[in-house]
């Protein structure tokens, strides 16, 4: 029979490797089940993190396990975790590889993933000059002649959000723009541009935008792109084990240490709030493995009280 583990965290980005840290410095026996495909995987640098800022992130994870490794009660598998069953107290994860693994508590770091538009050319610069978030990759992008393809009710958010970087910005909204007159005129009376055509492809030269071009054959040029993508799950374990859900898709919580609704399991970093940020993910990592290592103390006091007691 497999070893009954205190915890067993599912995804190694940095939430569940600050858990990790966390339990391991607790002296708590631990699996981080990883499959290696990180959400940033395209950038090539990562921002906002102090005393790692434009870390590459393939580095920050390489230095990241290398100091977990001084814990050994802390283990590492590259596989994917794809079912999981039992409750609280010894919950038993499956994975794609045909390990087994048994944990008591069970953390799910599991993310998000960007669901690109289907824009021909997006692919080929997302991460190098199409960006998401303008607090990872603003400052790269400062001044610069910005396209920013969003549409719906983010429109003027994402407007005045990127207008902290350049104040030379053109939204596409790829189709219907669905704002009102009222919104529009906000579009105006600042002079930021606005086309409500489809997009037909972005056009590059490795990696770099040049312009966009609209079905019409209208080419705006540009050298920089913001877009808002779909988010989903980064796995769909959370909605198989009955976590409740935000309205956004994320997995709620019961308190500020990443309790979900199911007993013994926890969450942490993207797939738990819509403020996408390393470190943020790393911080709710922390205080996920802080909340883990709690319960887990408090049941072996009780554990140790029904001994004394008998």
């Keep these: 029979m497999e070893q009954l583990l205190d915890a067993a965290i599912i995804g190694g980005g940095p939430a569940g490797l600050n858990a990790a840290l966390?339990?391991?410095?607790?002296?708590k026996n631990v699996i981080v089940i990883d499959e290696g495909l990180p959400r940033?995987?395209?950038?090539?640098?990562?921002?906002?993190?102090?005393?790692?800022?434009?870390?590459?992130?393939d580095e920050f994870r390489r230095i990241a396990v290398e100091q977990i490794r001084a814990y050994p009660s802390v283990r590492f598998a590259a596989d994917i975790a794809v079912d999981i069953a039992g409750a609280d107290g010894d919950f038993k994860i499956s994975t794609k590889?045909?390990?087994?693994?048994?944990?008591?508590?069970?953390?799910?770091?599991?993310?998000?993933?960007?669901?690109?538009p289907a824009i021909e050319g997006l692919t080929d610069v997302y991460g190098k000059s199409a960006f998401v978030c303008p607090y990872c990759d603003g400052w790269e992008l400062r001044d610069r002649e910005l396209a920013v393809i969003v549409k719906g009710e983010h429109i003027?958010?994402?407007?005045?959000?990127?207008?902290?970087?350049?104040?030379?910005?053109?939204?596409?909204?790829?189709?219907?723009?669905?704002?009102?007159?009222?919104?529009?005129?906000?579009l105006r009376v600042r002079n930021i541009p606005l086309h409500d055509g489809p997009i037909r492809r972005i056009v590059s030269e490795d990696g770099m935008v040049n312009r966009v071009e609209l079905e019409d054959g209208f080419s705006v040029p540009c050298t920089g792109i913001f877009f808002a993508p779909t988010l989903v799950a980064g796995s769909d374990l959370p909605q198989a084990l009955g976590c409740e859900l935000t309205p956004t898709g994320s997995v709620?919580?019961?308190n500020a240490l990443g309790k979900s609704s199911v007993p013994g399991v926890f969450v942490a970093g993207d797939i738990a709030t819509e403020m996408n940020q390393l470190i943020q993910a790393a911080a709710m990592g922390a205080m996920a493995g802080?909340?883990?290592?709690?319960?887990?103390?408090?049941?072996a006091w009780e554990a140790r009280g029904q001994m004394g007691q008998g």
């Design 252 to 254: 709620a919580t019961t």
């Design 290 to 299: 802080a909340g883990i290592n709690a319960e887990l103390l408090a049941e």
């Design 97 to 116: 590889e045909g390990r087994t693994y048994r944990a008591k508590k069970l953390l799910l770091a599991v993310g998000k993933k960007d669901r690109l």
């Design 22 to 27: 966390v339990l391991g410095r607790a002296r």
């Design 156 to 186: 003027l958010h994402f407007a005045k959000t990127i207008l902290g970087w350049s104040d030379r910005i053109i939204l596409f909204t790829n189709g219907p723009h669905e704002l009102t007159d009222a919104q529009r005129e906000e």
């Design 40 to 57: 940033n995987r395209v950038t090539h640098e990562s921002h906002g993190f102090l005393t790692r800022d434009g870390i590459k992130p």
